[in-house]
């Protein structure tokens, strides 16, 4: 990617909160609740990930995608044992998804959500629809199936690590071009997401075939090559193959990141609008936010009114 072409160009940051909201459910202490007694971690470490984002990189131009499709996804339809391996979030984390849906909209942030398709295809529909202004994206989670939609000049950013990489930079981290992400985990499978792949078929080898075909489709196409490959296996490999050709096409389905989801009116740029001075004022009281975290929020958020506790 030339960051001289890149630096001419606006830039969308797209986020994939659930993957923070989950993390910070895992890793912050549970030693604030609410006035009810609901544990307020997930929304506390969400908080400190989102102003140390806004922080850092003063977007102009930015939107948040949530999962709402847990068990509602178009993929679901598709192959009803998608993320069938995934236990329920528990009543106390959907609260905080709540909470960190409405401290994003209430510092002037697009929220995007949808019951028919997951984050990641919000994403991946903000993506191409951006692209098409002229816009490169910066698509915030460490999660791979996302590098898929890097194209020439957009970057993923693992933002717990401090890490960045363009579209050139994907077949050194997963060992495939970013084009061909969907076709890898239709092979070697994607146990995060209960997707089997191709019975035999691992990450080494997934990456071997495309490396030598370029394609699902071409693997398909000419599966009589495979026997004659240096491969462990290879002639079994493809018995494997012919066998489960209509599982594996679908598996590409599966992992393949929707571009036509519905993103509402903009679709093409989301940019940042301006903060409820109110509403972030109430949620940092009922969040019991310290006067740090207030000071903060208050700042990235470009507000004058104080939402500092009365205490503080």
């Known amino acids: ?32 609740h609410d006035a009810d007694g609901w544990p307020l971690n997930a929304v506390h470490g969400f908080a400190r990930f989102m102003v140390e984002l806004l922080e850092r990189e003063r977007p102009r131009h930015i939107a948040i995608a949530f999962d709402e499709a847990l068990d509602s996804c178009f993929r679901n339809a598709l192959y009803p044992a998608y993320k069938a391996n995934r236990e329920p979030a528990p009543e106390e984390l959907k609260r905080q998804f709540g909470q960190c849906k409405a401290l994003c909209s209430a510092l002037g942030l697009v929220v995007l959500a949808h019951r028919e398709y997951e984050a990641d295809d919000l994403i991946g529909s903000a993506v191409h629809a951006a692209r098409g202004r002229g816009f490169r994206s910066v698509i915030v989670s460490a999660d791979k199936d996302l590098s898929q939609l890097l194209g020439e000049h957009d970057e993923q950013f693992d933002f717990g690590k401090g890490l960045r990489w363009g579209m050139a930079g994907v077949k050194a981290r997963h060992g495939v071009d970013a084009h061909q992400i969907a076709d890898y985990l239709a092979l070697a499978g994607d146990a995060i997401d209960n997707i089997p792949g191709v019975t035999g078929i691992g990450t080494k080898t997934a990456a071997v075939l495309l490396a030598h075909f370029g394609s699902l489709d071409a693997l398909l196409a000419r599966v009589d090559e495979i026997p004659y490959l240096r491969i ?25 990141i929707a571009l036509d989801a519905p993103l509402g009116d903009d679709v093409s740029s989301f940019p940042r609008g301006a903060a409820d001075a109110a509403v972030l004022a109430a949620l940092c009281d009922s969040l019991r936010f310290g006067p740090l975290t207030r000071r903060r929020l208050q700042a990235a958020a470009g507000l004058t009114v104080a939402l500092s506790s009365p205490s503080s």
């Open 232 to 256: 462990r296996g290879a002639a079994q490999l493809a018995v494997k193959l012919r066998a489960q050709r209509e599982q594996a096409l679908l598996y590409r389905q599966l992992s393949t």
């Open 1 to 32: 990617m030339s960051d001289g072409v890149a630096a001419t160009r606006p830039t969308l940051y797209l986020v994939d909160a659930s993957l923070y909201v989950f993390r910070a459910w895992h890793s912050m202490p549970d030693e604030w």
